[in-house]
């Protein structure tokens, strides 16, 4: 049956891997923690492919994994190891072409599989700035920014990718494309559609193209590195610079243990001669600004300067990868219960004789936790378990940004309400009542 399926794709998209071990280069994921196995993948050009592709996969009863970049960190982006359905994986790394830019509304349209580097220096070099940026900006791609809604180091002063989205064009399970990008910028005619496409992580179809608002560059700005004994006194620094008006661009703390492991991978020097519990990254509108801090706190209106500091915290999450099979949590709380929800978490983790390491990190102005725990096996749960129902206890949220995908689906209702799940299943049966894509990401069973 995989046969004729693959000479029948053949027939319609120029790119098709059927060969295990190219195979193989797409079914793991970013952390190594989440492995999956697919029949086929695809690699198609455009929306009309797409649907052609969709058909036959309907017709042939295989299911569809999308992929973007691949920098997904909780297993939406691979397939799964068992599954009973063969499984198409449709890479949009092909949907590479910017299509429009208008240059004096600042609006950018592009294919879904543009990076988001891409668009950002196409943007820059016409005196524009694309709002969302995060350290995976190499590789992440539109349509993953916006199927998980990232969020990234600019979300207190810009929002999350929600918030810059103004048009999608998708392909739905039964062929048919849905798009608003060349809809007026105000249209208030009843349920805005695509506008669910936003954080479905590829449940509901698959994102073809994405018009996307930029906001004016900043024209200066002052980083602020200040060394914290802990992540209660950095949100007080934080709240400090909030209180005397200051303009906020990003507020982001790494603690003492990823910091070790960011100076080791990334061989960057220590910043101070003592290394602080906590080290905070905070950047202002407006040069040489002056900040009422810890008399060790480094600043800089310098660009290259900023970037060398900037180094530290965007290799975070890669340097706990390299330290082994680690589990991801990304969290989030209310911004004035990030200290005392951090000490709570260091000593419930401290208790736990199977981590071996721990340590955080992330936007503090946010009150988004990045949570790394290296000890226990990938498949086992019970760690992220215990540190999810933590997180409801604070009525936080179990996903800040990086989405449910494969990692986090069976804890949806921990944060989500029973309504709100019902909805959801009710809303993917309206869309894909076959469960053709992504099957077993973000919902449960
Ligand atoms: C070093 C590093 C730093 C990161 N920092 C941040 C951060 O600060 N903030 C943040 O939010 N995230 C962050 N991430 C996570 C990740 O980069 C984002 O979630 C990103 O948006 C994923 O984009 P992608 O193209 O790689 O998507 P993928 O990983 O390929 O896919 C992610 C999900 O989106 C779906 N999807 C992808 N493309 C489409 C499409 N065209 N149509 C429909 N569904 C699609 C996939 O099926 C999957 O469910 C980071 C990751 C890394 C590795």
């Given at each position: ?381 019970e760690i992220d378990k215990s540190v ?20 986090k689906r069976e804890y949806l209702g ?32």
């Amino acid at each position: 049956m995989t046969s004729a399926l693959n000479l029948a794709l053949a027939k319609i998209v120029p790119s098709v891997i059927t060969d295990k071990d190219l195979i193989a280069s797409y079914t793991s994921d970013w952390t190594g923690r989440f492995n999956g196995k697919a029949d086929v993948v695809v690699r198609p050009q455009n929306a009309a492919q797409i649907t052609e592709v969709v058909l036959l996969c309907k017709k042939f009863g295989v299911a569809i994994q999308i992929q973007g970049g691949n920098t997904g960190l909780v297993g939406g982006s691979v397939p799964p190891p068992n599954s009973l359905r063969p499984i198409c994986l449709m890479s949009t790394s092909s949907l590479n072409s910017i299509l429009d830019f208008d240059v004096v509304t600042g609006h950018i349209t592009v294919g879904a599989g543009v990076s988001v580097a891409q668009v950002q220096s196409t943007v820059r070099a016409r005196g524009w700035e694309f709002p969302i940026d995060l350290a995976s900006r190499e590789s992440a791609t539109i349509g993953g920014l916006v199927a998980t809604n990232a969020g990234g180091i600019r979300v207190c002063a810009f929002g999350m990718t929600k918030q810059s989205v103004a048009g999608i064009e998708m392909v739905l399970a039964d062929g048919q494309v849905i798009s608003n990008l060349t809809s007026p910028l105000k249209d208030n005619t009843g349920y805005p559609i695509s506008d669910l496409a936003v954080g479905a992580e590829g449940t509901l179809g698959i994102i073809t193209a994405v018009r996307m608002k930029l906001i004016r560059p900043t024209l200066s700005s002052t980083l602020f590195v200040i060394p914290c004994d802990s992540v209660q006194l950095a949100y007080e620094t934080l709240l400090s610079v909030q209180k005397a008006g200051h303009n906020l661009l990003a507020a982001e703390y790494v603690d003492a243990k990823s910091m070790q492991l960011i100076m080791s991978y990334s061989q960057l020097r220590p910043l101070w001669p003592v290394p602080p519990n906590v080290t905070v990254f905070i950047e202002v509108a407006g040069s040489n600004i002056q900040l009422d801090a810890d008399p060790r706190a480094l600043g800089t209106s310098n660009a290259g300067e900023m970037r060398n500091f900037w180094k530290y915290r965007e290799a975070a999450s890669d340097s706990w990868t390299a330290a082994g099979k680690v589990h991801k949590l990304d969290v989030s709380v209310a911004v004035d219960q990030i200290g005392t929800f951090e000490s709570k978490l260091s000593a419930m983790l401290s208790n736990f004789e199977i981590v071996t390491s721990y340590g955080s990190f992330g936007h503090l102005a946010d009150g988004n936790l990045h949570i790394e725990i290296v000890g226990p096996a990938q498949d086992d749960y019970e760690i992220d378990k215990s540190v999810l129902e933590l997180v409801a206890k604070f009525n936080g949220s179990i996903s800040a940004e990086h989405g449910i995908g494969r990692a986090k689906r069976e804890y949806l209702g921990l944060t989500r309400d029973a309504i709100d799940i019902e909805l959801m299943k009710k809303i993917k049966e309206v869309f894909d009542p076959e469960k053709l894509f992504n099957p077993g990401v973000l919902l449960p069973d």
